[in-house]
T-cell receptor
């Protein structure tokens, strides 16, 4: 699976959009981009995933560049409850193991 | 409500004792996973199971054992052979990536068990 690079931490003002970048320059054609988040001392929570088109759901939007080498997770109106560690994961379809490889992620702090 | 339950939330043991962590899901998922998380770190895979009565070692299986006798349950035993057992343990489940034929899948995580061994 391709490696991802994320900033260690970011701040965002409450009510503003939080834009979390992820670099995955070695991504392969069959690899999806997943985003999860982990609120302190809880299990990770799935947010969104995509292959090459931009995706939106009730939680967030995922923007993937045309060359697929990077992506941005957008939380349109961040709240204090969005404070968490956000993980960007690249995972191929199928494969032998099925697990997701979680790096250290980006610690997002939403401030009042 | 459908989901994954792990119990207990906090567990304390003396060094040299085996301890079993519970994980139950009612999502009808075939695949289940155990991860370990140390402070400030990402998750590392201990064991995973794609189907009942079958499981595979992950990246850090030494000192751990699992069983998968029922689809709903995937208990993890931390044995005395595990050198640094104190950690946050997370169980997850998903549609089986091999059986579903789906192009992508998401994992559902339990709330975790924080194990402290002294």
């Amino acid at each position: 699976d391709a490696k991802t690079t994320q900033p260690t931490s970011m701040d965002c003002a409450e009510g503003r959009a939080a834009n979390l970048p992820c670099n995955h320059s070695t991504i392969s054609g069959n690899e999806y981009v997943y985003w999860y988040r982990q609120i302190h001392s809880q299990g990770p929570q799935y947010i969104i995933h995509g292959l090459k088109n931009n995706e939106t759901n009730e939680m967030a939007s995922l923007i993937i560049t045309e060359d697929r080498k990077s992506s941005t997770l957008i939380l349109p109106h961040a709240t204090l409850r969005d404070t968490a560690v956000y993980y960007c994961i690249v995972r191929a379809y199928g494969g032998s193991q099925g697990n997701l490889i979680f790096g250290k992620g980006t610690k997002l702090s939403v401030k009042p | 409500d459908g989901g994954i339950t792990q119990s207990p939330k906090y567990l304390f043991r003396k060094e040299g004792q085996n301890v079993t962590l519970s994980c139950e899901q009612n999502l009808n998922h075939d695949a289940m996973y155990w991860y370990r998380q140390d402070p400030g770190q990402g998750l590392r895979l201990i064991y995973y199971s794609q189907i009942v009565n079958d499981f595979q070692k992950g990246d850090i299986a030494e000192g751990y054992s699992v069983s998968r006798e029922k689809k709903e349950s995937f208990p993890l035993t931390v044995t005395s052979a595990q050198k640094n057992p104190t950690a946050f343990y997370l169980c997850a489940s998903s549609v089986s990536f091999k059986l579903s034929g789906a192009g992508s899948y998401e994992q559902y995580f339990g709330p975790g068990t924080r194990l402290t061994v002294t």
